[in-house]
């Protein structure tokens, strides 16, 4: 596998333990950042753990994180390659206490995802995935191959507190639900074929795709916009997402299911 991996699995999992030190704290710190999303005392902390431990792991590698300012792309669109990070994927799920939580950390090589891992602190379950290396998932100790399921019934990965209509409108297929908190980890029970698809409507940032998109390619399945063409990485000024999709196994006929759309 790639010679990162497992360093980036360890780290992961120490961020995972100062996110869940500070998770049943009284006072989490919780304030709301000049983009209008949350923070707490946890997303900062994951940082700092992620932070220093790929400064150590590769110090020439430079590092793009939700919890640190961005610089203008003229400083980083030369970027070979860079680590794209969210410290705590579904910081709202974290302050309602769901447990739907997760740490992402990718490796971008040429503006395109080649190494991802997903930690789910609350639940002790990492998924993770290489370039042409296939997708993982370690649980207990125990760490399995994952695929996308093939087509039965369709089960869209929906957010506990987005209306359904919200998503809904875009499919032209019945479909069955199962809900969850963090984007990454409904792409991640795709990836293990617990569901089919996931629809986001609304704003994220590329961190919150990077590990998730490789995972979701190495399990047979796939992100693109809303529209299927393919996300960017570190190409514009701005690090926001379109509308995504993230899709299953490929013998959905997905244009057909889902209609394309562009947020107005």
């Known amino acids: 596998m790639h010679e990162y991996l497992e360093a980036c699995i360890s780290l992961a999992e120490q961020a995972g333990l ?3 030190a ?5 006072d989490v710190g919780a ?7 949350p923070v707490t ?3 900062l902390a994951s940082n700092e753990v992620l932070m220093a431990g790929l400064n150590a792991i590769a110090p020439d590698i430079p590092i793009m994180s939700e919890e640190v300012p961005i610089p203008p792309l003229a400083e980083r669109q030369d970027w070979s390659r860079y680590w794209l990070l969210d410290p705590m994927d579904g910081t709202g799920e974290f302050i309602l206490e769901s447990g739907d939580f997760a740490v992402n950390i990718a490796l971008v090589e040429h503006n395109k995802p080649v190494l991802g891992v997903i930690h789910w602190p609350a639940k002790h379950i990492t998924y993770f995935a290489a370039k042409q290396e296939g997708a993982f998932k370690r649980e207990d100790g125990q760490t399995e191959r994952i695929f996308v399921a093939p087509p039965e019934t369709l089960t869209l990965a929906v957010s506990r507190r987005q209306k359904l209509e919200a998503v809904s ?3 032209n297929a019945q479909f069955a639900t199962i809900a969850l908190g963090s984007c990454s980890l409904k792409a991640c029970i795709i990836a293990e074929g617990k569901a089919d698809c996931f629809l986001r409507i609304g704003p994220t940032g590329e961190w919150d795709t990077g590990a998730s998109q490789i995972i979701v390619e190495e399990a ?3 992100i693109t916009d809303a529209q299927f063409n393919p996300l960017t990485y570190n190409q514009r000024e701005s690090t926001e997402n379109p509308d995504f999709i993230v899709m299953g196994h490929p013998d959905w006929e997905w244009q057909k299911i889902v209609t394309p759309h562009q947020r107005p």
């Open 220 to 222: 047979g399945g796939s």
């Open 31 to 37: 304030k709301e950042k000049s983009d209008h999303t």
């Open 169 to 171: 409108q875009y499919l």
């Open 18 to 20: 100062a996110i869940m």
């Open 41 to 43: 005392k946890a997303d």
């Open 22 to 26: 500070i998770y049943k704290q009284d």
